[in-house]
């Protein structure tokens, strides 16, 4: 009897302790460009992160992948993968071997090889799998992977300034993709606030109040318009950032601007390739040490051979990235000859490590918990969960589900059937136990008498 007890009450126990959500549900995944993780949290607080972190789960920031720049950063969050295994290393596609330079970041989206590397992006995965999947405007989302693109998609085209008839159009359209064409996965991008960070500094009013107000107005618009098509209770999305945005020092005229030729000669040199605070050189032959040297110890950059790159960066396995790397110091950009690249008053692509460099996270639906909060983590998590919250099979990845899972509401906070009746029995057992024991008692005492 005893035995049978310990086996029902640990089966019980099994099911309420070990076991996540695993009903099936849409998934909508929603980047604003150049969020900083500290935006959402600080006052004044807007009623979108009220809402949030009262219904979902926030984290305390999100790492995104080095360099920390959109395209890279954005692969990462969709394939689970470092930037060395995804590859798309930069913004602009470039060819060492043939010396060409990449153009920029919107010209780079449709090029179609720069991002079909071999990996499968979520949208992907999800086709491959039986799922109709859509993508507006997400980086990457454009390109076809191994003949296999998203069922519908939409290109970024320009940089489009804010109007908040923009906005909700993208919105009312990836609603409609969801509700009216059944889609299950939809990846949705915003170009804000990096934009505007870019132009007037990170910590500029107009982005700390007015993109901040836009971005809470978009997200109570959506999950309005996600309540009116019947989708909340059938609908998780997570919101979160590629990478976050720092002022930057270097101003024209100034002297402490870094300038690569400067200290190297372009005749020793077969490519480079100089953007926001990174720097990628690839010395002639024999060339190699001599402009190592040249440019090792100047002030406000990082040097490095690709091999002596650190480990945390993900990077130097890329055959993508050259001999020799160029990284500014916290706000200083690298330039091959000053100022060939516009400067702007704030920028990202420095080390993911740097404080101003964290993104931001939130998640919200029926498979979320609430008013719960987690620990800084890598995007490279992130793909895993969304495979799990799709019910598909993820592909390699340098993630890991079990990181988030506790973010994920339990069986047990809803217990099943299966759990009521568990214990139904055991209540029953222990009854008809007890009263066999006051039967047997009763019987003893009789005879005694
Ligand atoms: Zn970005």
Same mark, same amino acid.
């Given at each position: 009897?005893?035995?049978?007890?310990?086996?029902?009450?640990?089966? @019980?126990?099994?099911?309420? @302790?070990?076991?996540?959500?695993?009903?099936? &549900?849409?998934?909508?995944?929603?980047?604003?460009?150049?969020?900083?993780?500290?935006?959402?949290?600080?006052?004044?607080?807007?009623?979108?992160?009220? %809402?949030?972190?009262?219904?979902?789960?926030?984290?305390?920031?999100?790492?995104?992948?080095?360099?920390?720049?959109?395209?890279?950063? #954005?692969?990462?969050?969709?394939?689970?993968?470092?930037?060395?295994?995804?590859?798309?290393?930069?913004?602009?596609?470039?060819?060492?071997?043939? $010396?060409?330079?990449?153009?920029?970041?919107?010209?780079?989206?449709?090029?179609?090889?720069?991002?079909?590397?071999?990996?499968?992006?979520?949208?992907?995965?999800?086709?491959?799998?039986?799922?109709?999947?859509?993508?507006?405007?997400?980086?990457?989302? %454009?390109?076809?992977?191994?003949?296999?693109? @998203?069922? =519908?998609?939409?290109?970024?085209? /320009?940089?489009?300034?804010?109007?908040?008839?923009?906005?909700?159009?993208?919105?009312?359209?990836?609603?409609?993709?969801?509700?009216?064409?059944?889609?299950?996965?939809?990846?949705?991008?915003?170009?804000?606030?990096?934009?505007?960070? #870019?132009?007037?500094?990170?910590?500029?009013?107009?982005?700390?109040?007015?993109?901040?107000?836009?971005?809470?107005?978009?997200?109570? #618009?959506?999950? =309005? =318009?996600?309540?009116?098509?019947?989708?909340?209770?059938?609908?998780?999305?997570?919101?979160?950032?590629? &990478?976050? #945005?720092?002022?930057?020092?270097?101003?024209?005229?100034?002297?402490?601007?870094?300038?690569?030729?400067?200290?190297?000669?372009?005749?020793?040199?077969?490519?480079?390739?100089? %953007?926001?605070?990174?720097?990628?050189?690839?010395?002639?032959?024999?060339?190699?040490?001599?402009?190592?040297?040249?440019?090792?110890? /100047?002030?406000?950059? /990082?040097?490095?051979? =690709?091999?002596?790159?650190?480990?945390?960066? &993900? +990077?130097?396995?890329?055959?993508?990235?050259?001999?020799?790397?160029?990284?500014?110091?916290?706000?200083?950009?690298?330039?091959?000859?000053?100022? $060939? *690249?516009?400067?702007?008053?704030?920028?990202?692509?420095?080390?993911?490590?740097?404080?101003?460099?964290?993104?931001?996270?939130?998640?919200?639906?029926?498979?979320?918990?609430?008013? *719960?909060?987690?620990?800084?983590?890598?995007?490279?998590?992130?793909?895993?969960?969304?495979?799990?919250?799709?019910?598909?099979?993820?592909?390699?990845?340098?993630?890991?589900?079990?990181?988030? !899972?506790?973010? !994920?509401?339990?069986?047990?906070?809803?217990?099943?059937?299966?759990? *009521? +009746?568990?214990?139904?029995?055991?209540?029953?057992?222990?009854? %008809?136990?007890? *009263?066999?024991?006051?039967?047997?008692?009763?019987?003893?005492?009789?005879?005694?008498?």
């Amino acid at each position: 009897m005893q035995a049978l007890l310990r086996c029902l009450l640990s089966l @019980a126990f099994c099911s309420t @302790a070990t076991t996540v959500a695993t009903k099936q &549900h849409k998934l909508l995944l929603i980047s604003f460009d150049g969020f900083r993780y500290d935006y959402a949290n600080e006052e004044p607080m807007f009623p979108a992160f009220q %809402y949030l972190n009262a219904n979902g789960v926030r984290a305390k920031y999100l790492q995104g992948a080095f360099p920390t720049l959109t395209s890279p950063s #954005h692969m990462s969050i969709a394939t689970g993968l470092y930037t060395e295994s995804h590859n798309v290393v930069h913004n602009c596609h470039y060819n060492m071997s043939v $010396g060409h330079q990449g153009s920029d970041f919107l010209s780079t989206l449709p090029v179609n090889y720069w991002w079909d590397t071999g990996v499968e992006p979520i949208w992907i995965a999800a086709v491959n799998q039986g799922l109709k999947s859509g993508a507006y405007m997400f980086p990457g989302s %454009y390109a076809t992977i191994n003949g296999v693109s @998203a069922t =519908k998609k939409v290109l970024q085209k /320009q940089f489009m300034p804010y109007s908040q008839r923009s906005w909700q159009n993208r919105i009312s359209t990836v609603v409609g993709w969801l509700k009216d064409e059944d889609m299950d996965f939809v990846a949705l991008y915003f170009e804000e606030p990096d934009t505007l960070s #870019h132009e007037l500094g990170p910590d500029s009013k107009r982005v700390r109040y007015d993109v901040k107000s836009w971005v809470s107005n978009t997200i109570m #618009h959506l999950l =309005k =318009k996600v309540e009116d098509a019947g989708l909340t209770d059938d609908l998780n999305i997570i919101f979160l950032s590629d &990478h976050g #945005h720092i002022p930057i020092n270097t101003t024209v005229g100034s002297d402490d601007a870094v300038s690569l030729s400067k200290h190297i000669n372009i005749d020793d040199i077969d490519f480079q390739f100089c %953007y926001g605070p990174i720097g990628l050189i690839e010395p002639k032959p024999g060339k190699l040490v001599s402009v190592y040297q040249a440019l090792k110890g /100047q002030s406000n950059v /990082q040097v490095y051979y =690709k091999e002596e790159m650190p480990e945390r960066w &993900h +990077l130097k396995g890329s055959d993508r990235i050259p001999s020799i790397i160029v990284v500014g110091e916290p706000g200083y950009y690298v330039f091959w000859k000053f100022p $060939g *690249y516009h400067p702007t008053r704030g920028d990202h692509g420095f080390d993911n490590e740097l404080v101003n460099m964290r993104a931001f996270y939130y998640s919200i639906g029926p498979s979320f918990k609430k008013n *719960y909060v987690v620990d800084g983590f890598e995007s490279v998590h992130i793909y895993p969960l969304m495979c799990h919250l799709l019910g598909i099979q993820p592909a390699p990845n340098n993630g890991s589900l079990d990181l988030l !899972l506790n973010t !994920l509401v339990s069986d047990t906070d809803v217990p099943s059937v299966a759990v *009521y +009746l568990a214990v139904l029995i055991i209540a029953c057992i222990a009854i %008809y136990f007890v *009263y066999c024991r006051r039967r047997k008692g009763a019987r003893k005492k009789y005879k005694g008498v």
